[in-house]
């Protein structure tokens, strides 16, 4: 029944409409009618902060021998749930990557489309750090500063107007007299919506003048950022973040703890909340700004496309996400063992 089920849908092409809001670093194009009457290689998207571990899990699957290697793009973690939530058989994807849990409505968008029984899987933790070059002078910043400097609309004599900040000092004199220039996720990704919620709603709270707003109303004064160019939004990898930190010695970069760790040469994370971004710290939860991450599977490809039950299994195995594993190597947070085995118990039920 799965079977002809795959066969009716690959007789409907995805249509511009269905992909339009697919956006982010990686396009996901339409499948060729050759590629929607079968397949035999996994397909995932989603997001960018997941994306160099899923890389590097497919690379190494693909070399078992057994299966193709996998197809992973890098769409943004909002990008991927838009793509994945298309429809069911093998031109849509199988697997979202994501940095953060999948949101009610797009749990309802999958299901109008058929997309009705999803897998979700914990693969370790990550955090989201705040650095500058790694020549320059490091300084210690808080969820409040952060906030004032690229929070839209700030409190000033009691009321809200247009942040008036320019350089860091503006926000408070402890900080250096720079140009406040912070290259950040774009929407599309998962990490943006992690940094609104772990540190501009934090950030907010300590004005009387946003804790007085209740709603949609505070949420928007909490989590909009300016954008007169104090905020620059990043769409593509975050590696383009690293580069304009080497290139600009007063910019900021907002990103994840991986890049922080695999380009010590040429970046450094500041403390947040009088904490430091170490393994160590993200590991105990001490860091103030870590999250977990995850990546979703269609349940009803498993059967159908080869290798994804396969593929799940060595993602959460020991030697991938555990405390020596070569995901770890490469700068994942590694969860608790308890809490690997239930992700593998989960990746087994779907080789059953």
């Not at 089920?5 to 956006?23: D, E, N, P, S, V």
């Not at 430091?276 to 490809?301: G, M, Q, W």
Request: net charge positive; charged share 20%; hydrophobic share 45%.
């Amino acid at each position: 029944m799965l079977r002809k089920k795959f066969a009716l849908a690959a007789m409907r092409m995805l249509t511009g409409a269905a992909i339009a809001g697919a956006t982010g670093a990686g396009a996901i194009v339409s499948a060729t009618p050759a590629e929607a009457q079968s397949r035999d290689q996994i397909r995932i998207v989603g997001s960018s902060t997941v994306f160099p571990f899923s890389t590097l899990v497919a690379e190494n699957f693909g070399k078992l021998g057994k299966f193709k290697t996998p197809v992973v793009e890098s769409t943004g973690t909002g990008g991927g749930f838009k793509a994945f939530c298309v429809g069911i058989g093998p031109q849509y994807p199988d697997i979202s990557n994501a940095s953060r849990p999948i949101k009610d409505s797009e749990r309802t968008m999958c299901k109008a489309n058929g997309v009705t029984d999803i897998a979700e899987f914990v693969i370790g933790f990550d955090g989201i750090t705040v650095a500058v070059n790694a020549k320059s002078k490091a300084f210690p910043i808080t969820t409040k500063q952060l906030w004032l400097a690229l929070a839209a609309e700030v409190p000033v004599g009691g009321k809200l107007v247009k942040n008036p900040a320019l350089k860091w000092s503006d926000v408070d004199p402890a900080l250096p007299p720079t140009i406040i220039e912070v290259y950040g996720p774009a929407k599309v990704h998962g990490t943006r919506d992690a940094f609104s919620e772990l540190v501009m709603d934090i950030g907010c709270e300590a004005f009387p003048e946003i804790k007085a707003l209740t709603g949609d109303a505070k949420k928007k004064s909490c989590q909009t950022i300016r954008e007169d160019g104090a905020w620059v939004d990043v769409s593509e990898d975050y590696a383009l973040i690293v580069g304009k930190l080497n290139s600009s010695p007063e910019a900021v970069g907002v990103f994840t703890f991986f890049y922080v760790d695999q380009n010590r040469d040429k970046v450094r994370a500041l403390s947040v909340n009088g904490v430091d971004a170490t393994f160590e710290n993200i590991l105990s939860k001490k860091y103030p700004v870590s999250r977990p991450l995850f990546f979703y599977v269609k349940t009803a490809h498993v059967k159908a496309i080869p290798g994804i039950a396969e593929y799940v299994a060595e993602f959460v195995s020991a030697k991938a996400a555990g405390e020596d594993g070569y995901l770890v190597a490469k700068g994942l947070i590694p969860q608790t063992l308890p809490e690997l085995k239930k992700q593998q118990a989960a990746a087994a039920a779907l080789l059953k």
